[in-house]
């Protein structure tokens, strides 16, 4: 039987990602402050209500990856809600009382861009 | 596998790089092509365009010097303003990442061209990993764009490889206050996965060979239904793919992934952010 000829299809897509993935970390002003997963999904909520009221806070948010040690994680949030949540992350200034802030290291439709990051290559 | 190594200078003058022997010794065909806020173009008095991804005001230029056609005029007026305009309208020093498609044996030959400056030379870093009992979706190379209950869709499968490099939990239940995400259906379970990641600066070249050794793989029959490759380019790179311009919005992100069948079909994704053109 003939080999079938070869086929080629392309499909080009414009902004096709339903979500955004953001790799970030949070850093403290004193030292010694540990957060669990629970806590730090709890922390970004409270931040979107506090800016965007009880509806954004529901914005459907998943942690992909969290490390407690570092305080890093990288987020998902569906695309329409990108901007409320990174938003509230710049305005967030203290947890429990203490001095805080987030650092946003990375940001793309695409996860697989996350697991690598030119800017971290150390040449010195 | 040899994925070659680059070399590293700090503070390298531009005119090194328009400088006849340089040429000669090293490139065979190319553009130095530079991106450059509105004020470093004023000052260096050299002409370019206007960046595709400026706004309204205009802030980022980029200048094009085509090497080949420099090093060959060099008594003309061009070569003569782009010269003075490099070595004393404003001299420019960068750290450069070098690497060099060798067709001879010679790696000596950059560490001792620039040896006045401060060279090293490095070996891209070499992970691996094995993840067990990995659930993985099961794909189909006709359907790229999935069957319902059959098969994944080819977005759904770059945002999984997304997931398992780094490190993500695939197994999350549809309540789970943290996480949400769980691999595309229909899945499998495979037992065993090879992760590999190489960084630095890599050749073209090296990755056509990375490339064709993973297409060997299927050469005998595997239980393996399919592999991936996936490249990424440097955030803040002035070009992208051939000589698109690429720019940087909320990302830089420029990429390309290859999955090949056990019955040679491929897939290629190519993934750019909001600061490039479509890819060729």
């Known amino acids: 039987m003939p080999a079938a000829a070869a086929a080629y299809e392309r499909i080009v897509y414009r902004n096709p990602s339903e979500h955004h993935y953001m790799k970030v970390h949070l850093e403290f002003q004193d030292h010694g402050i540990g957060l669990n997963a629970a806590q730090f999904k709890q922390l970004l909520i409270s931040a979107l209500k506090d800016l965007f009221g009880e509806v954004d806070a529901a914005l459907p948010l998943d942690i992909l990856t969290y490390e407690e040690k570092t305080l890093s994680a990288i987020l998902r949030i569906c695309s329409s809600g990108l901007v409320k949540l990174w938003s509230s992350l710049t305005l967030l200034g203290s947890y429990k009382g203490k001095k805080c802030a987030f650092r946003v290291i990375q940001v793309s439709p695409f996860l697989l861009a996350l697991s690598g990051n030119s800017r971290e290559l150390v040449l010195n | ?280």
């Not at chain 2, 764009?145 to 490889?161: H, K, N, T, V």
């Not at chain 2, 990641?197 to 990375?210: M, N």
């Not at chain 2, 991936?228 to 000589?243: N, T």
């Open chain 2, 1 to 280: 596998m040899d994925s070659g190594p680059y070399y590293f200078v700090k503070d390298l003058p531009l005119h090194e790089l328009i400088a006849h022997e340089f040429i000669s010794t090293f490139v065979k065909k190319g553009k130095l092509i530079l991106s450059l806020d509105k004020d470093t173009y004023e000052e260096t008095g050299l002409q370019g365009r206007p960046s595709q991804y400026s706004g309204r005001k205009t802030m980022k230029f980029i200048v094009s010097v085509d090497l080949m056609d420099l090093s060959s005029k060099l008594d003309s007026k061009k070569y003569k303003r782009i010269s003075w305009a490099f070595k004393e309208k404003k001299p420019l020093k960068f750290d450069f990442l070098l690497a060099w498609h060798q067709t001879g044996a010679e790696g000596s030959t950059m560490m001792s061209y620039f040896s006045n400056y401060r060279i090293q030379e490095r070996q891209p870093k070499i992970a691996l990993s094995t993840v067990t009992d990995l659930p993985c979706p099961v794909l189909r190379s006709g359907e790229l764009r999935g069957e319902p209950e059959a098969s994944c869709s080819a977005q759904e499968l770059f945002e999984w490889l997304g997931a398992v490099f780094s490190n993500a939990e695939l197994n999350n239940e549809p309540d789970n206050f943290i996480s949400t995400y769980c691999c595309p259906q229909p899945s499998t379970v495979v037992a065993k996965a090879y992760l590999c990641t190489i960084t630095g600066f890599i050749l073209p070249e090296k990755i056509r060979l990375l490339l064709e050794q993973l297409c060997r793989y299927f050469d005998e029959p595997k239980l393996a239904p399919w592999v991936a490759l996936s490249v990424q380019g440097f955030a803040d790179s002035p070009v992208s793919w051939r000589e698109n311009e690429h720019g940087f919005r909320t990302g830089g992100e420029h990429l390309y992934n290859f999955v090949v069948f056990s019955n040679r079909d491929y897939w290629l994704h190519l993934a750019v952010g909001a600061g490039d053109d479509c890819p060729p």
